[in-house]
Nanobody, 114 residues
Framework: VQLQASGGGLVQAGGSLTLSCVASRAIVAFDAMAWYRQAPGNQRELVVDIRRGASTNYADSVKGRFIISRDYAKNTVYLQMNSLKPEDTAVYYC?????????WGQGTLVTVSS
């Protein structure tokens, strides 16, 4: 399984970006998909995950600002990021989970300027 993340870039604080993660196979088969991020010098952290039944789990730091969604027809998961803050600056990774297997995308850089 390959995951291709895209959509990162440079944005001013308060702005918005939408990330995409395209899977090489049907995402309906996955138990869950998620977005993680890793800022320089920090550990990778969960941003949000979405499970097969559509339940979601957002990190407190992004609740009310970020929205995860998925399009089964396009095998794509999105992360809409609003009201971006400088502390959201990080490389964002998508992850897919199926039973004991986990797959990672290559990451896309989001830089938020103050």
């Amino acid at each position: 399984v390959q995951l291709q993340a895209s959509g990162g870039g440079l944005v001013q604080a308060g702005g918005s970006l939408t990330l995409s993660c395209v899977a090489s196979r049907a995402i309906v088969a996955f138990d869950a998909m998620a977005w993680y991020r890793q800022a320089p010098g920090n550990q990778r952290e969960l941003v949000v995950d979405i499970r097969r039944g559509a339940s979601t789990n957002y990190a407190d730091s992004v609740k009310g600002r970020f929205i995860i969604s998925r399009d089964y027809a396009k095998n794509t998961v999105y992360l809409q990021m609003n009201s971006l803050k400088p502390e959201d600056t990080a490389v964002y990774y998508c992850r897919a989970m199926e039973r004991s297997y986990t797959y990672w995308g290559q990451g896309t850089l989001v830089t938020v300027s103050s």
